[in-house]
Every structure is written in structure tokens, then in C-alpha cells.
């Protein structure tokens, strides 16, 4: 980024525990990585070393879930903070954040019997002028608003999406399906894990959104993009969808972080029409995962 071009962000997250669960195995973090304050919300500058989003959707039961988004988090901040990894490159150093993370949760996981079984999910943004680099673990989202239409950056490493990929299931059986809360990819679950990491030039007005499972599953994309585009206020927004979310069914925690971008290091958005996405990991092998796919798949109505 150009001494002269500036790049400035407003972010909000906001998490709730919905009306049926008794925890909230959600979590999120907002970070100015330049002055390591971490923060529901963060309004200025992005400058050299950029705004991080998290957010973890934890698993396990009895609480266990809860501890193993939190260590997701505080393990992953601290790697992205470490002085030895500075030399990396951006897409490297988020990688190398969430293994590590995956290797203390999964170390944790089976030397105590009181938190055997917990994992994560994790889904970063990293906002670094004109980009942001979008990591995966699991099936937390991030959503791209841009000229008023919203699409899904992520991909859900889920059994549902395996079947949708396949045509096995179509879009509406997806939202019944009896398998569609599999996950085959969290942090804990395993001895290692393959993130999927993304990079995207941003716009100016762009919106980001991560989320967890409780608010993709429940509230429809265009009920997204209508909130999103008709409030600037990214603090209203997030709560609105949250709110949203809980009225059609609060069967799950709900976490949203809500990001706006704005300066002339980004790009008008006229001039970037066309997502300029480029996957910079390979594709995922769920072979393991998907022996018994036979005993899974539904007959499409």
C-alpha cells in the first residue's frame, strides 16, 4: 500500500446464545494487529499489518465446546503475534496460526477425559490494503456485500456440501437434511487439519461478514443482504441479523462481525466488478471422512 493511499475500517461483533442452548460455544475476536488490541469493536486506520476478524463455533457438549473456540483464539493471536513469524508470508503465517492451534486443542483434547471430544470451528479475515486473506476451518462463513449483492466467500467443509457438490441433494433438501450439522473439518477433532485459505481485492464499500453456523443456517442470504445494505451503522447491523436470526429460531448460538471498508487504497468498486478470488491451498481430501458416504446419501425428491 502506497504511503498516500489510506485504508480505513469499521467493525462490530456481536454473539448471542439463542433461546435454546445453555452455553454459548461461540466466539469472536476483533484485532488491530498494529497496536494488538483485541475489541468487540474497532473503528480508524488499517495500516501495515492489518484488522483481523475470528470466529470459532465450538463442539464437544457439557461446556467443552466453549473452551476449545476460546483456546482457538488465544492459541491463534498468539502465533499471529509471534516475532518469529514475521517473515512469513500473510497466507502462511494464518496457516500456520490454525495448525498450531488445531495441535494444542487436539493435545488438550486427549491428555484430559473432562474435555475429550471439544473442537472448533474457525473462519479468519484478515483485511491487509487492497486485500483480505478469508481462512477456513470448518463451517463458519464469511460473506462478500459488494453493489448490492451478497455472495458466500467461504465453503462449508460439511457432509451437506459434499452431497450438494455430488448432486446428490438439492439446495432446499440441504436445509433438512439429517446429516447437515457433520462437520468434516474442526480444530481438536483431529491430529492435523488442512485450512483453506482465500485471498480477494477488496472495494471501497465493500462489506464483510463472518459468522457462525447459528446465523447461516437460520436467516436466508437475502435477509442478510437487506439488513447489510440498508444500515451503515455496523454496530445496528450485526445486532440486527443476530436479532433476525432469533426470531425464526434461536435453536443455536449466533455470532456475527460485520465490516465495512472505505479509502483510496481500495479499488472503486465499478472498477472491480469481478471478485478477483484466488484459492491458495489445495483442495481438501475428505476421503476418510466419506467412506460410509453410501449409508448418507438421500435420493433427490
Keep these: 500500500m502506497a504511503i498516500s493511499e489510506s485504508a480505513f475500517i469499521k467493525v462490530h461483533g456481536f454473539s448471542d446464545i439463542g433461546k435454546v442452548r445453555k452455553l454459548n460455544e461461540d466466539k469472536f475476536s476483533i484485532t488491530n494487529l498494529d497496536t494488538k488490541n483485541s475489541l468487540n469493536s474497532y473503528e480508524g486506520e488499517v495500516k501495515k499489518e492489518g484488522c483481523l476478524m475470528l ?25 499471529i503475534f509471534s516475532e518469529d513469524k514475521e517473515e512469513m508470508h500473510v497466507g502462511e503465517r494464518l496457516i500456520d496460526a490454525a495448525n498450531k492451534a488445531n495441535e494444542i486443542i487436539w493435545k488438550c483434547s486427549n491428555s484430559n477425559p473432562s474435555i475429550a471430544g471439544m473442537a472448533s470451528t474457525l473462519t479468519a479475515a484478515l483485511v491487509l490494503p487492497p486485500l483480505v486473506y478469508i481462512l477456513e476451518v470448518g463451517d463458519s462463513r ?38 447437515r450439522n457433520i462437520v468434516l473439518q474442526s480444530l481438536g477433532a483431529k491430529f492435523s487439519v488442512a485450512p483453506v485459505i482465500t485471498s480477494l481485492e477488496l472495494a471501497q464499500k465493500d462489506i464483510l461478514l463472518l459468522c457462525s453456523d447459528g446465523l447461516s443456517k437460520n436467516l436466508p442470504e437475502e435477509t442478510m443482504l437487506e439488513i447489510l445494505t440498508s444500515q451503515e451503522d455496523v454496530v445496528i447491523a450485526s445486532q440486527s441479523l443476530i436479532n433476525a436470526a432469533n426470531e425464526l429460531t434461536a435453536d443455536d448460538n449466533v455470532t456475527a462481525i460485520v465490516a465495512i471498508v472505505e479509502g483510496d487504497a481500495f479499488a472503486k468498486a465499478e472498477a472491480s466488478a469481478t471478485l478477483l478470488l484466488s484459492e491458495t491451498t489445495d483442495g481438501i481430501d475428505f476421503s476418510d471422512e466419506l467412506e460410509d458416504l453410501t449409508s448418507v446419501i438421500s435420493p433427490i425428491n
Excluded: N, W
Excluded at 61 to 71: H, Q, T
Design 55 to 79: 470466529v470459532c463455533d465450538g463442539s464437544g457438549g457439557d461446556g467443552r465446546g466453549e473452551i476449545a473456540a476460546k483456546l482457538a483464539i488465544d492459541i491463534f493471536l498468539k502465533e
Design 142 to 179: 464469511c460473506y462478500l456485500v459488494r453493489e448490492g449483492t451478497i455472495r458466500q466467500v467461504t465453503k462449508d467443509q460439511s457432509m451437506v456440501q459434499i452431497l450438494l457438490d455430488g448432486g446428490v441433494i438439492t439446495p432446499d433438501t440441504a436445509k433438512s437434511h439429517p446429516y
